[in-house]
């Protein structure tokens, strides 16, 4: 079974400054997907952003970006210019043969004025 | 284009009774998972439903069940309700199995 760990419960960063959201994962798959979901205290779950395990390129959308690193089983979120609106729960997610997202238990990040 | 909706938003029950929880995803989307978020628990797969199919399913006792509707509505249903089913109960949809999944705003259910 896959399992998805995010060993940081809670994390703050001042406005415009950036911050790193660590996540790894264990799977013996080798073709998958990951991602990243926020939740702010509305608790609408928001996609953030999606990388391919085929891909070797870092996927990137406006403000965010990760770092995948597949031999590592490690896929981290970076916020850039982080605005007070990042407020949110943030969950890495794995999703491989089965077609089910395998969540990983979250990290609450505060975005500082 | 609508997002994925949930009703009811919340939903107050007493512990032995059923409920009834139902998602409409967005259009033209054929697949749709459940959740269930505790604190506890965290975010745990329930089942997933493709083509009036369920596909998937997670470790979840018999008295957690659903369906789907031919127009891809779903609906899942929780028998006997016990304290420890109160939970905020997600549903998603994709536009078919394995790609990614919208969030709708879920609906909290508690159990007294």
């Known amino acids: 079974a896959q399992t998805v760990t995010q060993s940081q419960p809670e994390m703050s960063v001042q406005e415009a400054e950036t911050v790193t959201l660590s996540c790894t994962y264990d799977t013996s798959e080798s073709n998958y997907y990951l991602f990243w979901y926020k939740q702010p205290p509305s608790r609408q779950m928001i996609l953030v952003i999606r990388q391919e395990a085929y891909k070797q390129q870092n996927a990137t959308e406006n403000r965010f970006s990760v770092n995948f690193q597949k031999a590592a089983k490690s896929f981290s979120l970076k916020i850039s210019d982080s605005q007070l609106g990042d407020t949110a729960m943030y969950f890495c997610?794995?999703?491989?043969?089965?077609?089910?997202?395998?969540f990983g238990s979250g990290t609450q990040l505060t975005v500082l004025p | 284009k609508a997002g994925v909706t949930q009703t009811p938003r919340y939903l107050i029950k007493t512990r032995g009774q059923q409920v009834t929880l139902s998602c409409s995803p967005i259009?033209?989307?054929?697949?749709v998972s459940w959740y269930q978020q505790t604190p506890g628990q965290g975010l745990q797969f329930l089942f997933e439903y493709f083509s009036e199919t369920q596909r998937n399913k997670g470790n979840f006792p018999g008295r957690f069940s659903g369906r789907q509707f031919s127009n891809s509505r779903s609906e899942m249903n929780v028998s006997t309700l016990e304290l420890g089913d109160s939970a905020l109960y997600l549903c998603?949809?994709?536009?078919?199995?394995?790609?990614?999944?919208?969030f709708g705003p879920g609906t909290r259910l508690t159990v007294t």
């Open positions: 998603a949809s994709s536009l078919s199995q394995g790609d990614e999944q919208y």
């Open positions: 997610a794995f999703m491989g043969s089965a077609r089910q997202l395998t």
């Open positions: 259009s033209g989307h054929r697949s």
